[in-house]
Protein backbone atom coordinates (compact mmCIF):
# COMPACT_ATOMS: atom_id res chain seq x y z
CA UNK A 1 0.00 0.00 0.00
CA UNK A 2 1.65 3.68 -1.15
CA UNK A 3 0.59 6.69 -0.02
CA UNK A 4 1.36 10.54 -0.19
CA UNK A 5 1.44 12.68 3.12
CA UNK A 6 0.71 16.34 2.36
CA UNK A 7 1.25 18.53 5.47
CA UNK A 8 0.67 22.25 4.15
CA UNK A 9 -0.84 24.12 7.30
CA UNK A 10 2.15 25.64 8.68
CA UNK A 11 4.52 28.33 6.71
CA UNK A 12 7.04 25.13 6.59
CA UNK A 13 5.34 22.42 4.95
CA UNK A 14 6.23 18.72 4.42
CA UNK A 15 5.44 16.05 1.84
CA UNK A 16 6.63 12.39 2.69
CA UNK A 17 5.72 8.42 1.01
CA UNK A 18 4.88 5.91 2.91
CA UNK A 19 4.80 2.40 1.87
CA UNK A 20 2.39 0.05 4.53
CA UNK A 21 2.28 3.23 6.60
CA UNK A 22 6.21 3.72 7.02
CA UNK A 23 7.30 6.70 5.66
CA UNK A 24 10.32 6.09 2.99
CA UNK A 25 11.40 9.39 1.72
CA UNK A 26 10.42 12.98 2.55
CA UNK A 27 10.97 16.82 1.44
CA UNK A 28 10.61 19.97 3.29
CA UNK A 29 9.19 23.17 1.87
CA UNK A 30 10.18 26.55 2.69
CA UNK A 31 7.05 29.09 3.24
CA UNK A 32 3.65 29.06 2.95
CA UNK A 33 3.42 31.27 -0.41
CA UNK A 34 5.21 28.99 -2.23
CA UNK A 35 3.73 26.14 -1.49
CA UNK A 36 1.60 26.51 -4.90
CA UNK A 37 5.04 26.84 -7.35
CA UNK A 38 6.82 23.91 -4.89
CA UNK A 39 4.54 21.44 -3.96
CA UNK A 40 4.02 19.41 -7.41
CA UNK A 41 7.45 19.74 -8.48
CA UNK A 42 8.35 18.40 -4.78
CA UNK A 43 5.54 15.65 -5.14
CA UNK A 44 7.26 14.52 -8.75
CA UNK A 45 10.49 14.65 -7.66
CA UNK A 46 9.37 12.76 -4.76
CA UNK A 47 7.98 10.02 -6.85
CA UNK A 48 10.73 10.00 -9.12
CA UNK A 49 13.40 9.48 -6.03
CA UNK A 50 11.08 6.40 -5.35
CA UNK A 51 10.83 5.43 -8.09
CA UNK A 52 7.20 5.32 -7.79
CA UNK A 53 4.54 6.02 -10.68
CA UNK A 54 1.73 8.39 -9.57
CA UNK A 55 -0.93 5.87 -10.64
CA UNK A 56 0.69 3.56 -8.32
CA UNK A 57 -0.36 5.41 -5.39
CA UNK A 58 -3.20 4.31 -3.60
CA UNK A 59 -4.00 6.59 -0.90
CA UNK A 60 -2.86 10.81 -0.48
CA UNK A 61 -3.50 12.10 3.19
CA UNK A 62 -3.87 16.07 3.52
CA UNK A 63 -3.66 18.71 6.48
CA UNK A 64 -7.58 20.16 5.99
CA UNK A 65 -6.68 22.57 8.61
CA UNK A 66 -6.87 25.09 10.39
CA UNK A 67 -3.71 26.75 9.99
CA UNK A 68 -2.39 28.65 6.69
CA UNK A 69 -4.95 29.86 4.60
CA UNK A 70 -2.70 29.93 1.38
CA UNK A 71 -0.93 26.65 2.43
CA UNK A 72 -4.42 24.40 3.28
CA UNK A 73 -5.88 25.79 -0.39
CA UNK A 74 -2.53 24.76 -2.06
CA UNK A 75 -2.70 21.37 -0.28
CA UNK A 76 -6.11 20.47 -0.27
CA UNK A 77 -6.90 21.24 -4.33
CA UNK A 78 -3.07 19.41 -5.58
CA UNK A 79 -4.78 16.28 -2.81
CA UNK A 80 -8.00 16.63 -5.04
CA UNK A 81 -6.69 16.93 -8.41
CA UNK A 82 -3.93 14.07 -7.68
CA UNK A 83 -6.72 11.74 -6.34
CA UNK A 84 -8.98 12.15 -9.41
CA UNK A 85 -6.49 11.86 -11.90
CA UNK A 86 -4.95 8.74 -10.19
CA UNK A 87 -8.31 6.80 -9.20
CA UNK A 88 -6.64 6.96 -5.44
CA UNK A 89 -8.47 7.35 -2.09
CA UNK A 90 -7.95 10.87 0.04
CA UNK A 91 -8.08 11.16 3.31
CA UNK A 92 -8.40 14.76 4.54
CA UNK A 93 -6.85 14.92 8.54
CA UNK A 94 -7.26 17.72 10.88
CA UNK A 95 -4.51 19.72 12.39
CA UNK A 96 -5.97 19.29 15.96
CA UNK A 97 -6.30 15.29 15.23
CA UNK A 98 -2.72 15.59 13.75
CA UNK A 99 -1.11 17.24 16.79
CA UNK A 100 -2.90 14.76 19.22
CA UNK A 101 -1.73 11.60 17.37
CA UNK A 102 2.20 13.20 17.36
CA UNK A 103 1.84 13.82 21.36
CA UNK A 104 4.03 11.81 23.84
CA UNK A 105 2.38 8.62 24.31
CA UNK A 106 2.26 9.17 27.97
CA UNK A 107 0.40 12.31 28.14
CA UNK A 108 -3.03 11.84 28.95
CA UNK A 109 -4.88 15.07 28.65
CA UNK A 110 -3.74 17.20 25.51
CA UNK A 111 -4.56 20.80 24.18
CA UNK A 112 -3.62 21.32 20.62
CA UNK A 113 -3.98 25.36 19.43
CA UNK A 114 -3.12 26.93 17.00
CA UNK A 115 -2.99 30.58 16.17
CA UNK A 116 -6.42 32.21 14.81
CA UNK A 117 -5.31 36.04 14.63
CA UNK A 118 -6.49 38.83 15.88
CA UNK A 119 -5.35 37.27 19.58
CA UNK A 120 -7.54 34.49 19.16
CA UNK A 121 -6.88 30.71 18.75
CA UNK A 122 -8.36 27.60 17.41
CA UNK A 123 -8.33 25.14 19.96
CA UNK A 124 -9.24 21.28 21.16
CA UNK A 125 -8.94 19.14 23.66
CA UNK A 126 -7.59 15.45 23.69
CA UNK A 127 -7.65 12.93 26.14
CA UNK A 128 -6.02 8.80 26.89
CA UNK A 129 -7.35 6.29 29.25
CA UNK A 130 -4.55 4.87 29.43
CA UNK A 131 -0.83 5.51 27.91
CA UNK A 132 -0.57 4.60 24.77
CA UNK A 133 -4.06 5.04 23.97
CA UNK A 134 -5.09 6.41 20.85
CA UNK A 135 -6.12 10.38 22.07
CA UNK A 136 -9.48 11.05 21.66
CA UNK A 137 -11.64 14.27 21.67
CA UNK A 138 -13.34 15.27 24.62
CA UNK A 139 -15.10 18.96 22.97
CA UNK A 140 -15.13 20.50 19.76
CA UNK A 141 -13.17 22.47 17.67
CA UNK A 142 -13.16 25.73 18.91
CA UNK A 143 -12.07 29.51 18.23
CA UNK A 144 -11.76 31.50 21.25
CA UNK A 145 -9.49 34.40 22.63
CA UNK A 146 -6.78 33.59 24.27
CA UNK A 147 -7.64 34.44 27.75
CA UNK A 148 -10.41 32.55 27.57
CA UNK A 149 -8.56 29.61 26.41
CA UNK A 150 -5.84 29.83 29.08
CA UNK A 151 -8.82 29.97 31.91
CA UNK A 152 -9.83 26.05 30.86
CA UNK A 153 -6.24 24.95 31.55
CA UNK A 154 -5.94 22.20 34.69
CA UNK A 155 -2.91 20.73 36.22
CA UNK A 156 -1.25 18.49 33.85
CA UNK A 157 -2.43 19.07 30.89
CA UNK A 158 0.15 18.56 27.73
CA UNK A 159 0.27 21.78 25.32
CA UNK A 160 1.34 21.44 21.68
CA UNK A 161 0.85 23.69 18.41
CA UNK A 162 2.11 26.41 16.38
CA UNK A 163 -0.42 28.33 18.73
CA UNK A 164 2.16 27.98 21.35
CA UNK A 165 4.11 30.69 19.29
CA UNK A 166 1.53 33.48 20.31
CA UNK A 167 0.95 32.17 23.92
CA UNK A 168 3.65 29.95 25.68
CA UNK A 169 4.75 32.83 28.29
CA UNK A 170 1.44 33.13 29.37
CA UNK A 171 0.76 29.69 31.00
CA UNK A 172 1.71 28.71 34.14
CA UNK A 173 2.80 25.65 36.11
CA UNK A 174 -0.48 23.66 35.21
CA UNK A 175 0.65 22.69 31.92
CA UNK A 176 3.31 20.92 30.26
CA UNK A 177 4.55 22.41 26.91
CA UNK A 178 5.77 20.62 23.83
CA UNK A 179 9.53 21.64 23.26
CA UNK A 180 10.05 24.41 20.66
CA UNK A 181 10.81 22.62 17.32
CA UNK A 182 7.71 20.15 17.84
CA UNK A 183 4.74 22.50 17.69
CA UNK A 184 4.01 22.01 14.15
CA UNK A 185 1.69 18.97 12.74
CA UNK A 186 3.86 16.20 11.21
CA UNK A 187 3.62 13.69 8.07
CA UNK A 188 4.83 11.11 10.96
CA UNK A 189 1.65 12.12 13.20
CA UNK A 190 -0.18 12.06 9.72
CA UNK A 191 0.93 8.73 8.66
CA UNK A 192 -0.25 6.98 12.42
CA UNK A 193 -3.67 8.36 11.33
CA UNK A 194 -3.67 7.44 7.91
CA UNK A 195 -3.28 3.53 9.16
CA UNK A 196 -5.43 3.72 11.51
CA UNK A 197 -8.45 5.58 9.18
CA UNK A 198 -7.21 2.60 6.36
CA UNK A 199 -8.05 -0.28 8.49
CA UNK A 200 -11.88 1.05 8.63
CA UNK A 201 -11.95 2.38 5.12
CA UNK A 202 -12.46 6.19 6.09
CA UNK A 203 -12.07 8.25 3.27
CA UNK A 204 -13.01 11.34 1.72
CA UNK A 205 -15.14 12.35 -1.20
CA UNK A 206 -12.33 14.23 -3.46
CA UNK A 207 -15.60 16.39 -4.74
CA UNK A 208 -16.48 17.75 -1.11
CA UNK A 209 -12.65 18.09 0.47
CA UNK A 210 -12.34 21.26 1.56
CA UNK A 211 -9.99 23.25 4.32
CA UNK A 212 -10.94 23.79 7.32
CA UNK A 213 -11.64 27.57 8.00
CA UNK A 214 -13.77 27.67 11.24
CA UNK A 215 -13.46 31.81 10.35
CA UNK A 216 -12.77 33.96 7.79
CA UNK A 217 -9.47 35.06 6.82
CA UNK A 218 -7.84 38.33 8.24
CA UNK A 219 -8.00 39.68 4.71
CA UNK A 220 -11.47 38.60 4.91
CA UNK A 221 -12.80 40.17 7.80
CA UNK A 222 -11.18 43.73 6.80
CA UNK A 223 -12.76 43.68 3.23
CA UNK A 224 -16.44 42.74 5.12
CA UNK A 225 -15.66 45.48 7.23
CA UNK A 226 -14.83 47.90 4.65
CA UNK A 227 -17.82 47.18 2.70
CA UNK A 228 -20.07 47.67 5.43
CA UNK A 229 -19.17 51.00 5.85
CA UNK A 230 -20.74 54.07 3.33
CA UNK A 231 -17.92 55.68 0.83
CA UNK A 232 -20.01 58.97 0.97
CA UNK A 233 -22.83 60.91 2.98
CA UNK A 234 -26.11 59.81 1.48
CA UNK A 235 -28.08 62.69 -0.48
CA UNK A 236 -30.21 64.61 1.56
Known amino acids: ?30 LARQHARDLIPTLKELLVEQGWSARSVDLLAVDVGPGSYTGL ?15 AKV ?62 L ?29 WSPTVDAMALELSRRSVRGEWDDPWRLAPLYLRDSSAQIRWDSGLSKPTHSPPT
Not at 73 to 87: E, I, L, Q
Not at 99 to 125: E, K
Request: proline share 7%; net charge neutral.
Open 154 to 182: QQGDFVTGPGLAKCSGLLDERSTLAPPGQ
Open 73 to 87: RVGVVTAKMFAYANK
Open 1 to 30: MRSILMETSCPFAEVALASEGVIVCRRHLS
Open 91 to 152: CGIDSMTLLAMGSPVDRLSIWGIVDAQQNQLYTQRFVRDTPGDIPRSTSPMEVMPVEEWTRR
